[in-house]
């Protein structure tokens, strides 16, 4: 009988559904401040910053007059919804990957 307890114990503790792991150090994000230029803050994935000054610099360069405008008001807290709305977080989004990706 003691035998038979100990069986069904094992069993039942090697069928169990094994944890799932913690997350990869992959999705782990960085939250970007540009001191240098007035950008809103933005994240990256940590694997996809290797020097935050130049990715500022970069994003910077790559805007339009318009929206160095629209990224200063946001970043100073002066939001306009129609800025908002218009493309600024399209276009800020393919600057932040232009200058993140590996060939930058």
Request: charged share 15%; proline share 7%.
């Amino acid at each position: 009988m003691k035998y038979s307890l100990l069986i069904l114990a094992l069993a039942g503790t090697g069928c169990s559904t094994p944890r799932a792991a913690p997350p990869t150090s992959e999705t782990t994000s960085a939250t970007i401040v540009c001191s240098a230029h007035p950008l809103p803050e933005f994240t990256l994935r940590s694997d996809h910053l290797s020097n935050e000054a130049a990715v500022c610099d970069c994003v910077w360069s790559s805007l339009s007059e318009q929206d160095r405008k629209v990224a200063t008001d946001l970043r100073n807290g002066h939001s306009d919804e129609a800025s908002i709305e218009s493309s600024f977080p399209t276009r800020f989004g393919q600057a932040i990957g232009t200058c993140t990706s590996p060939g930058s």
